[in-house]
């Protein structure tokens, strides 16, 4: 055969050249994206080293402020670490199976080019899904690139190239996505890595004003007299406390950098909110509401760090939940979502109305969020029906006795 167009092994072969360059730069980005963590490892491994060695073994005298000191000192470093390491390598939740499109309704999808058409079809797969969140447009959330249909708050990470359930955000100290299986390890990384800087900081205070000024005269008399004069002595005291001035002024940094992230982020559990969600409130089929999956803060809270407080101060993972549907709090009438109407079993089905404004639907999660507090299957209820004429409005009160 001839022709202008090249065979398929030289295609092949010039696909081949093309795709190189780009997996070499994927991989370049993976190891460079490494360099925050190692940054992060480097200095908590010297300021081991300057805290254990140079202070409290090499500085201070008193053997039970040793004690005391290297005892919380371990017990800070140890949850730090260990907290640390749960946000680095615990692997970000992703959509299940069910919210992938079916083989048919995919095929259509990707033949059909009109977006209301492919609107339709993502609605019918959505029906039996538990969505309450939309588009800013009132669409079906769908992500393209990992062909699948959204969880409430579920976002696609470019960094990661992968949709994450509940995603906060990718922070790159960790070089991972913050979502929905370690949001709780991040916020207790923070809280320990602000506990470990402030002892830090505090316990090496009084020896830091001991030291500059020691360092500050030393520094005068050396001046004056010649480098190899100068005692061997001072010159190894001035290298212990550069490292313990070192310290304070470093853990001072953090502990400054930290707390202000670590404030903003105990505001975000209080208030049952994303950081993405902070920025762009969720859309809801009734219109964008910022406190939508807002329980109440102890519910909040509970969200986050499970009902069983002796678990919350240990990096194991205790939320509530699967990440694909979260309880709402009670809001404005749906028109997709059915509603119940309550009717006497001796009344016609006619007989009594109940107008869309006195109802307020309930999704599957926030009938088993609230199914603890309210009983209703199991109260007597008494139901007065006042009739009246067809233009007035038809009251029901309902008495529940316990």
């Not at 994450?164 to 922070?171: A, E, G, I, S, T």
């Not at 209080?270 to 920025?279: D, V």
């Not at 678990?311 to 979502?337: A, C, K, N």
Request: net charge neutral; hydrophobic share 40%; charged share 20%.
């Amino acid at each position: 055969m001839s022709g202008s167009h090249p065979s398929l092994p030289v295609f092949c072969s010039q696909e081949r050249r093309k795709m190189a360059p780009t997996h070499v730069l994927r991989c370049c980005q993976r190891g460079l994206a490494w360099i925050p963590v190692i940054f992060i490892a480097l200095v908590v491994c010297w300021s081991y080293y300057a805290y254990v060695v140079e202070l409290c073994l090499l500085t201070i005298s008193s053997t039970g402020e040793k004690i005391v000191y290297l005892v919380v000192f371990h017990l800070s470093f140890v949850m730090f670490v260990w907290s640390y390491w749960k946000t680095i390598f615990t692997k970000p939740a992703n959509p299940s199976k069910e919210f992938c499109l079916p083989k048919s309704e995919k095929e259509q999808y990707e033949k059909e080019q009109r977006p209301e058409t492919q609107q339709e079809i993502l609605k019918k797969v959505a029906t039996s899904l538990p969505l309450y969140t939309r588009t800013g447009a009132g669409a079906i959330r769908y992500c393209d690139r990992c062909q699948v249909i959204k969880p409430d708050r579920c976002h696609h990470c470019s960094a990661c190239d992968m949709c994450v359930l509940k995603m906060d955000h990718h922070c790159p100290w960790v070089n991972n996505c913050v979502g929905f299986s370690n949001y709780k390890f991040f916020i207790l990384f923070l809280t320990y890595s602000l506990v470990y800087c402030l002892f830090i900081a505090a316990s090496v205070l009084q020896y830091f004003i001991k030291f500059w000024t020691s360092v500050s005269v030393c520094t005068k008399l050396c001046r004056r007299k010649s480098a190899e004069n100068c005692p061997k002595s001072d010159l190894q005291e001035s290298h212990a406390k550069f490292h313990v001035l070192f310290l304070f002024f470093v853990a001072a940094m953090f502990c400054i950098s930290i707390l202000s992230l670590f404030t903003y982020h105990l505001w975000l559990v209080g208030k049952n909110r994303s950081t993405i969600e902070a920025f762009r409130a969720p859309v809801f089929r009734n219109g964008p509401d910022k406190n939508g999956f807002s329980l109440g803060f102890s519910k909040n809270i509970a969200q986050v760090f499970g009902d069983e407080k002796k678990y919350w101060l240990l990096p194991v993972f205790t939320s509530q939940g699967d990440g694909l549907s979260f309880p709402t709090r009670l809001v404005p009438i749906d028109p997709e979502q059915p509603t119940e109407c309550l009717q006497p079993g001796g009344l016609d089905k006619g007989a009594v109305e109940v107008s869309a404004e006195q109802t307020s639907p309930l999704s599957e999660s926030q009938n088993r969020l609230l199914g603890n507090d309210y009983h209703s299957e199991e109260d007597h209820k008494e139901t007065e029906v006042i009739k009246s004429d067809e233009s007035e409005a038809i009251t029901i009160s309902i008495e529940s006795e316990s």
